[in-house]
């Protein structure tokens, strides 16, 4: 297991459109178990493996609370098969986008079609935080960020600053 250096806005690789899992075996599963280490560090609800540069539609979240029992869930090729009408606002944020949070709208409750880490194809109802994790995650694997689902005017800025703050990090490390 292995902590992994998360991928920070605006490096293009948070576009990409990952691939699918073609099949289940140790590599994927400790690509999981890295995925969790990683998103437990940080700390994190939910990690996709391209926030680790790894382009593969896997997706890992724990929803409990900090006094519950941990609650790891990996989500392998998961789909969202069924959305409700109702709408939710949430508060949002991103590991690949540091301390910047902003509501975001989107279906109250959401059924995810995926694989586990036994390579078992499962079906899940979720709403709450979970639902609001899981389309947050599964944009991941589509290229989309939280910021998409925002005013172009809240975007711009963001994606401004953190244009910046990597430019101000690029100087540093050439001088060393
Ligand atoms: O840790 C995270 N918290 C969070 C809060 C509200 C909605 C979505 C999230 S996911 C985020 C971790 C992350 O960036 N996953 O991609
Ligand atoms: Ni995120």
Known sequence: MAIRPLVILPDPV????????????????????????????????????????????????????????????????PEIVASSDAVNVHEEG???????????????????????RAGESRELVADGLLATALQHEIDHLNGVLFIDHISKLKRDMVVRRFRKLARDRQPARLVG
């Not at 899992?21 to 609800?45: K, Q, W």
């Not at 590991?95 to 959401?110: C, F, M, N, Q, W």
């Open 94 to 116: 991103c590991l690949s986008i540091p301390d910047y949070y902003a509501d975001v709208e989107r279906p109250a409750g959401v059924t995810v079609r995926y694989v586990d």
């Open 14 to 77: 948070l576009r990409q459109v990952s691939r699918p899992v073609e099949r289940v075996d140790d590599a994927v599963r400790a690509l999981a178990d890295d995925m969790l280490e990683t998103m437990y560090d940080a700390p994190g609800i939910g990690l996709a493996a391209i926030q680790i540069g790894e382009p593969l539609r896997m997706l890992v979240i724990d929803v409990a609370g900090k006094e519950e029992e941990p609650a790891p869930q990996v989500f392998i090729n």
